[in-house]
């Protein structure tokens, strides 16, 4: 008997309505397995985008950055989402997707996608992953939303946001039940870290993420040699102020590889 999917999978899990080269519709539904506060949590929401872009593009190129933008939140109604591709390179494609609830008159989610077929060049990285316990000697902290129970986040820097002196922090991160790592899993566990506004604000305040950027490093090998193993999110704040805040993180794997560099830019709501 075949193992049932992946409850990630099932949340992006889209049906193909009307696909022609260039673009493409498809039909999903608002899963219970990863709800937040409002709709569902918002790296499902950026995979879903990346996943239909991914299913419009085929077979070879790779995703290769992803801006997915927040314009409302999402309700529990089934969802279209719709992608278009805007031009076709020597090495790249560009593409473009949203998603729309019902009658709504916007996308909720909107997105553009850049993919490409990697090739063997010149390589490189700056900088090391920060030294940090292992994810094993690490407590879990579990958000208390249900996509909390489905992604498992082990503080193991500067761990206590609300009696800290810096908005930098880091985590280890995995899907729970052993869901091994790809393009899209990355897309979504880059939205994990903790809010940074709660590490200067020291306390819980209103928040949403209005665009989210996503530049993937990782090979196939890369992947491979993660499996379903924990990643590492080293993350910070550059500046907040006027009702917004950025949020950089670099993702590595737990030997060391770069997997994944992301930046958030972030409304909140908190008195001086």
Known sequence: MADAPHSFDRAINLTSVDVAP???????????????????????????????????????????????????????????????CHRVGKSTEFWAASIKQGDAPSPALRATGVF????DTLEWTEGEMPDAPPPQDCERFQPPRTWGERIEIRPALNTDF??????????????????????????CLADTPTPRVFFTAKRF??????SM???????????????ADYVFIDAYAGRGGGGFYDQHA???????????????????KAEK
Do not use: C
């Open 162 to 187: 609300f009696n800290s002196d810096s908005t930098r922090n880091a985590l280890w991160v995995r899907f729970a039940k052993d869901r091994p790592l790809d393009p899209i899993g990355l897309v």
């Open 116 to 119: 490409s077929k990697r090739r």
């Open 213 to 227: 950027s996503v530049y993937l490093h990782a090979s196939a090998e890369d992947y491979s040699n993660v499996g």
């Open 22 to 84: 260039g673009r493409a519709r498809y039909d999903g539904e608002i899963t219970a397995d990863y709800q937040n506060k409002i709709g569902p949590f918002g790296g499902v929401g950026a995979a879903l985008l990346a996943q239909g872009m991914q299913q419009s593009v085929g077979e070879g190129p790779e995703l290769i950055s992803i801006t997915a933008d927040f314009l409302t939140g999402m309700t529990e109604d089934p969802i279209e989402v719709s992608a278009i």
């Open 250 to 268: 670099r993702i590595w794997s737990r030997s060391g590889k770069l997997l994944a560099t992301t930046q958030q830019m972030v409304w909140y």
């Open 205 to 210: 305040v209103p928040l949403s993420t209005v």
